[in-house]
């Protein structure tokens, strides 16, 4: 069990962390998009007036049994496949400085770590029921328990993982090797899919028809059944279907618990190590830095390139593939990228399912609103990115090449970086300049749709990518 005090640290944490982002409200940075998102909220959920009448709720429970079952056993996947570039549970360095100097078993640490988050987790338990209130079969109440479960049992899936990958490491097993629990839940969610694939054909049978077929039939209505049974809590429509649903989550939660409990590793040798790191990390994102800030942190933690560079030629070589591999491993550019891919992808479904002008305008905001997040990101990276590069700057001193060099080697890299998102915008301009050349009243929802996601897809790598090249020169004619 758990010590007292530990319940008390934990619930006065959550409190001042909940009183610390309030209190940042005082800055317009942070005041105006959190009044942005109010109105929205307030617009789309609490002021009927401002909904349309004339279509009735929609009844979203049906689809949300099929989805969530098969999309948790995803992101148990893909916790179990990550894990191994952070096998530790995350400490800050407050907390390694106090808690690992107490006598206090690691179990109570890591049920500690466990209890921190559930603010957070309540106000998203809030989230599900205010968007469950605009369906018209979803009870708020259900959403809001079933999403309380639902994220719990997300933060014990993340915590056994990482702890295993603890124990693997600590026996010398390759990272590699490392990811085999990720890749055997991922061919238990996709296999089954897979094998009850078949293309859909327009007009001859309804969306839902051909989704509850590729989704619950053949195999997948028995290898499936734990996930239908997670899937039954968020879209619960009756008292004994959310029951079943949170009995479920509860003996998932429960075994993860258990397993975490038994598998818990020992990390008191390098506990302030590990402190340390995930210290600077949230530091860094506290000061507001975003990826930008996440990057200072890691340069401590730097790893050498596999490229197989010559000790000899022209120097500018090293600070080109330096570039690349280190705005891929800790940039902004492989954040945009795996954004820019799960805007593809999810365009790529929304195009195949069929012609609903109203998912593909959803499809194209959201797409919209991550494309105007980084825009809104873009000043604050580049100023956090510049004291980066000037902290940054005693090591490029010291290294035997000129200015000229540095730069010539970093606005190649740049260039480099910037092809493709230059390239979705001229396939995008040129596209729009074929489609309107006569009228743009003329155009549909479907010709719209590729435009609009080429210049999304564009600006998501491309914004960041500018950034940190207008960055890297700057630091650069420091040098100079």
């Not at 891919?341 to 959201?366: E, K, P, Q, W």
């Amino acid at each position: 069990m758990i010590d007292r005090s530990l319940m008390y640290l934990a619930a006065r944490q959550s409190i001042g962390g909940l009183k610390y982002r309030l209190s940042r409200l005082k800055n317009p940075r942070y005041l105006v998009p959190a009044v942005l998102a109010i109105a929205y909220f307030w617009m789309s959920f609490g002021f009927a007036g401002l909904r349309s009448s004339e279509r009735p709720p929609a009844d979203v429970a049906p689809l949300l049994r099929l989805f969530v079952g098969p999309g948790l056993g995803l992101l148990f996947a893909m916790t179990w496949v990550f894990s191994p570039g952070r096998p530790a549970p995350a400490f800050s360095r407050a907390e390694a400085g106090q808690l690992f100097m107490l006598p206090v078993s690691r179990r109570a640490l890591i049920t500690y770590r466990l209890l921190r988050p559930q603010l957070s987790f309540l106000l998203v338990a809030g989230l599900a029921a205010l968007g469950a209130s605009r369906s018209a079969d979803v009870n708020p109440l259900f959403a809001a328990g079933g999403a309380y479960v639902v994220v719990n049992l997300l933060s014990l899936n993340a915590m056994a993982a990482s702890l295993l990958c603890n124990r693997m490491k600590r026996r010398g097993i390759p990272s590699i090797l490392q990811a085999w629990p990720g890749l055997l839940i991922a061919a238990w969610v996709v296999v089954p899919l897979a094998l009850n694939w078949r293309s859909f054909e327009r007009g001859s049978e309804p969306i839902y028809a051909w989704l509850r077929e590729r989704m619950t039939g053949g195999m997948a209505a028995t290898v499936h059944w734990p996930l239908k049974q997670l899937g039954n809590i968020v879209g619960a429509t009756d008292v004994s279907t959310f029951g079943i649903g949170v009995l479920s989550g509860v003996v998932a939660c429960t075994a993860l618990f258990a397993l975490c409990m038994l598998i818990v590793a020992p990390f008191e040798e390098e506990a302030l190590k590990i402190a340390e790191a995930g210290g600077r990390k949230l530091d860094a994102m506290k000061r507001g830095g975003g990826a930008a800030g996440l990057r200072l942190s890691r340069l401590k933690n730097a790893r050498s390139t596999r490229f197989p560079l010559s000790p000899t030629g022209k120097l500018w070589r090293g600070v080109f593939w330096q570039t690349l591999v280190g705005e891929w491993r800790v940039g902004t550019w492989k954040i945009a990228s795996v954004v820019a891919a799960v805007v593809l992808g999810f365009s790529f479904f929304i195009d195949n399912l069929g012609s609903n002008t109203g998912v593909a305008l959803m499809a194209m905001s959201l797409s919209g609103l991550f494309a105007a997040m980084l825009v809104l990101m873009s000043p604050r990276l580049m100023v956090t990115g510049l004291h980066t590069e000037l902290r940054f700057l005693p090591v490029l001193k010291a290294l035997p090449m000129r200015g000229a060099e540095l730069l010539r080697g970093k606005v190649r890299a740049g260039a480099l970086l910037t092809s493709l998102p230059a390239f979705l915008f001229i396939a995008a301009m040129s596209q729009a300049a074929y489609h309107f050349s006569t009228s743009i009243r003329d155009a549909s929802v479907s010709q719209l749709q590729p435009i609009l996601g080429g210049m999304v897809l564009g600006a998501i790598t491309g914004i960041p990518t500018l950034a940190m090249l207008m960055i890297s020169l700057e630091s650069s004619a420091v040098l100079l």
